[in-house]
């Protein structure tokens, strides 16, 4: 059915183009409000009806009767129909569905991904400094961040995760501070280490139990080693910079378990003091003051950021010589244009969008080629945990916030990985420890996985050899729950395609409930093994289809298909 859709679009291409020579106005196919007004709709009449000045049901016979010139219609395509204001209804002959159980099946894990281009993308995402666990923001933008990274890789992109961070700087410092205090025996509440969140002087010092382990490790003189750095401790409670680099490797180590737990693996780390070293922000600078974008006032260097959309114009350089924290960003990111990176995305908490249109003007300040646009941007909302009815605030190894890896302890990577993309990343999500405890249809990741696991226990069940599935007889497959689960199969290219281009994973989510809500109710409708041969050998064809389509879409939002499944068991309390 992949193909004939794809012979369908060309054709209706074709036709649109013998109508309205040189019309800009792609070929489409959208989907009817109800089944029973066809498989799919055109609505191209309407659209050509304003420029063309004409009817648009008038346009919609025309296109019709051209339409049916063409082959790919005269071979696939059972009835053209006009309905309300202009659309063509299109059914399909039963052959054209049915199709796309043998397209699965040949393609097995490769269904619905598109041939390798050179195209290179980088994803930027959860890119915490490293001053303590990773939160449940950033466990936000780790599930959005990897199956952005997939959806790009489904398209044919060579794709790069990367990890931005600061090793210095005034969070590192409090960090540093933090711990040669606890090496010293101090702890927070003692005279020297306030903890009163009126008090400003709290604002310096972090107080998770965490700081406590780091300092233990830096008296036993540990060697701690992270994906990208090793540090031995010296043990001396008066060696701040040793102290500073062993925590920060102590924690890069700890985020690489988070990580682990999560099972995410970056390609590359980028540490924001290497734009300093290496003279890249300098020459940053220089180019945006060779663009006449700057001028001076107070003894500071400003950008004139308003002539790129934002609401003011923006300190670059402050009047005591160090750089506002915007102007590493821009020089970051004309690195990430030089390495070859045609398209960047950065994942990033809401709280960074006013720093959008000052980075991006930034950029085109340099006057290096760097196209409008670039980098592009997903923003996130926050995450609120609930259980029990109630917002759940604190964790123990954090101090003052819920942690990546307490959502994994308290109910598994699955749910974390899926929960966290099922809603538009624009929007605010709960994500709720009792609902991911669940074992029935209510929670959306099992009622999935357990699509899978089903299909998986009819086909061991049938005890045939899967390979005879190549000879099933397809045209038997013709109850409409079989006809809407087969286009729901087709569907699956379109959405990865659909979803990389709108940085939008959360449309994977949706698809995989659509398709497994498809598949339950073709098995509420439909009996499978008691039939004849022929027909359940057809049955379990499409049976094998859906079940790798599920699998392929899972594995892309990093979530398992499990082969067995119960439900309705009781569940230990992991937060306890």
Request: aromatic content about 10%.
């Given at each position: 059915?992949?193909?004939?859709?794809?012979?369908?679009?060309?054709?209706?291409?074709?036709?649109?183009?013998?109508?309205?020579?040189?019309?800009?106005?792609?070929?489409?196919?959208?989907?009817?409000?109800?089944?029973?007004?066809?498989?799919?709709?055109?609505?191209?009449?309407?659209?050509?009806?304003?420029?063309?000045?004409?009817?648009?049901?008038?346009?919609?016979?025309?296109?019709?009767?051209?339409?049916?010139?063409?082959?790919?219609?005269?071979?696939?395509?059972?009835?053209?129909?006009?309905?309300?204001?202009?659309?063509?209804?299109?059914?399909?002959?039963?052959?054209?569905?049915?199709?796309?159980?043998?397209?699965?099946?040949?393609?097995?894990?490769?269904?619905?991904?598109?041939?390798?281009?050179?195209?290179?993308?980088?994803?930027?995402?959860?890119?915490?400094?490293?001053?303590?666990?990773?939160?449940?923001?950033?466990?936000?933008?780790?599930?959005?961040?990897?199956?952005?990274?997939?959806?790009?890789?489904?398209?044919?992109?060579?794709?790069?995760?990367?990890?931005?961070?600061?090793?210095?700087?005034?969070?590192?410092?409090?960090?540093?501070?933090?711990?040669?205090?606890?090496?010293?025996?101090?702890?927070?509440?003692?005279?020297?280490?306030?903890?009163?969140?009126?008090?400003?002087?709290?604002?310096?010092?972090?107080?998770?139990?965490?700081?406590?382990?780091?300092?233990?490790?830096?008296?036993?003189?540990?060697?701690?080693?992270?994906?990208?750095?090793?540090?031995?401790?010296?043990?001396?409670?008066?060696?701040?910079?040793?102290?500073?680099?062993?925590?920060?490797?102590?924690?890069?180590?700890?985020?690489?378990?988070?990580?682990?737990?999560?099972?995410?693996?970056?390609?590359?780390?980028?540490?924001?003091?290497?734009?300093?070293?290496?003279?890249?922000?300098?020459?940053?600078?220089?180019?945006?003051?060779?663009?006449?974008?700057?001028?001076?006032?107070?003894?500071?260097?400003?950008?004139?950021?308003?002539?790129?959309?934002?609401?003011?114009?923006?300190v670059m350089r402050k009047s005591d010589g160090g750089y506002t924290y915007f102007v590493p960003d821009v020089a970051y990111h004309v690195n990430k244009f030089e390495r070859?990176?045609?398209?960047?995305?950065?994942?990033?908490?809401?709280?960074?969008?006013?720093?959008?249109?000052?980075?991006?003007?930034?950029?085109?300040?340099?006057?290096?080629?760097?196209?409008?646009?670039?980098?592009?941007?997903?923003?996130?909302?926050?995450?609120?945990?609930?259980?029990?009815?109630?917002?759940?605030?604190?964790?123990?190894?954090?101090?003052?916030?819920?942690?990546?890896?307490?959502?994994?302890?308290?109910?598994?990577?699955?749910?974390?990985?899926?929960?966290?993309?099922?809603?538009?990343?624009?929007?605010?999500?709960?994500?709720?420890?009792?609902?991911?405890?669940?074992?029935?249809?209510?929670?959306?990741?099992?009622?999935v996985q357990y699509a899978h696991a089903r299909i998986c226990s009819i086909i061991r069940n049938w005890g045939a050899d899967e390979a005879t599935l190549a000879d099933a007889?397809?045209?038997?497959?013709?109850?409409?729950?079989?006809?809407?689960?087969?286009?729901?199969?087709?569907?699956?290219?379109?959405?990865?395609?659909?979803?990389?281009?709108?940085?939008?994973?959360?449309?994977?989510?949706?698809?995989?409930?659509?398709?497994?809500?498809?598949?339950?109710?073709?098995?509420?409708?439909?009996?499978?093994?008691?039939?004849?041969?022929?027909?359940?050998?057809?049955?379990?064809?499409?049976?094998?289809?859906?079940?790798?389509?599920?699998?392929?879409?899972?594995?892309?939002?990093?979530?398992?298909?499990?082969?067995?499944?119960?439900?309705?068991?009781?569940?230990?309390?992991?937060?306890?």
């Amino acid at each position: 059915m992949i193909q004939a859709k794809q012979d369908l679009l060309a054709a209706l291409g074709e036709a649109i183009q013998e109508l309205s020579p040189g019309a800009e106005l792609a070929p489409a196919f959208e989907s009817p409000k109800q089944a029973s007004h066809g498989d799919y709709a055109i609505t191209a009449a309407m659209q050509l009806a304003r420029p063309l000045k004409k009817n648009p049901r008038e346009l919609a016979q025309a296109l019709i009767e051209a339409l049916q010139r063409r082959p790919a219609f005269q071979t696939w395509v059972e009835a053209l129909e006009i309905a309300g204001p202009g659309f063509i209804n299109l059914r399909l002959k039963p052959a054209a569905k049915q199709a796309v159980v043998a397209e699965v099946l040949r393609a097995e894990a490769a269904f619905g991904n598109q041939p390798a281009n050179d195209r290179h993308v980088m994803v930027e995402f959860v890119s915490a400094n490293p001053t303590g666990p990773l939160h449940v923001g950033h466990a936000r933008q780790a599930a959005l961040g990897d199956a952005i990274c997939s959806l790009f890789r489904s398209q044919g992109s060579q794709v790069t995760r990367e990890f931005y961070y600061n090793d210095a700087g005034v969070q590192i410092a409090t960090l540093a501070h933090s711990t040669q205090l606890r090496i010293k025996g101090f702890k927070p509440g003692d005279a020297c280490w306030p903890t009163d969140p009126e008090n400003p002087e709290s604002k310096k010092f972090y107080n998770g139990d965490y700081i406590q382990d780091i300092a233990d490790a830096f008296l036993r003189r540990e060697t701690v080693k992270a994906d990208d750095r090793e540090f031995s401790a010296s043990g001396d409670a008066e060696d701040l910079d040793g102290i500073r680099q062993f925590a920060v490797a102590y924690l890069r180590h700890e985020q690489d378990l988070d990580l682990q737990a999560f099972g995410l693996k970056f390609d590359n780390y980028f540490l924001e003091s290497s734009v300093y070293a290496g003279g890249q922000l300098e020459k940053a600078v220089e180019r945006i003051v060779a663009s006449g974008k700057t001028y001076e006032d107070g003894g500071a260097l400003w950008f004139r950021s308003t002539d790129y959309g934002d609401d003011k114009d923006r300190v670059m350089r402050k009047s005591d010589g160090g750089y506002t924290y915007f102007v590493p960003d821009v020089a970051y990111h004309v690195n990430k244009f030089e390495r070859g990176y045609t398209k960047c995305i950065n994942i990033q908490g809401t709280d960074h969008h006013g720093t959008i249109a000052r980075v991006r003007g930034g950029l085109q300040a340099q006057n290096v080629g760097i196209p409008q646009g670039f980098p592009d941007y997903v923003l996130h909302k926050m995450v609120t945990v609930m259980k029990g009815g109630e917002e759940v605030k604190i964790s123990k190894r954090a101090g003052s916030y819920v942690t990546l890896r307490d959502l994994i302890d308290w109910t598994s990577r699955d749910a974390v990985r899926f929960f966290l993309i099922s809603r538009k990343a624009d929007t605010e999500f709960t994500f709720d420890i009792d609902l991911a405890l669940k074992q029935n249809d209510e929670n959306p990741v099992f009622y999935v996985q357990y699509a899978h696991a089903r299909i998986c226990s009819i086909i061991r069940n049938w005890g045939a050899d899967e390979a005879t599935l190549a000879d099933a007889d397809l045209g038997l497959l013709n109850a409409p729950t079989e006809a809407a689960l087969m286009l729901k199969l087709a569907d699956y290219p379109r959405v990865l395609t659909g979803a990389a281009e709108g940085l939008a994973p959360h449309d994977v989510a949706f698809y995989l409930r659509d398709l497994a809500g498809a598949f339950h109710s073709y098995y509420a409708a439909e009996r499978v093994l008691d039939q004849t041969p022929e027909l359940t050998r057809a049955r379990i064809a499409l049976l094998a289809a859906t079940r790798q389509v599920l699998r392929n879409a899972l594995a892309l939002l990093g979530v398992s298909a499990p082969e067995a499944m119960s439900r309705d068991i009781a569940v230990e309390d992991k937060t306890h």
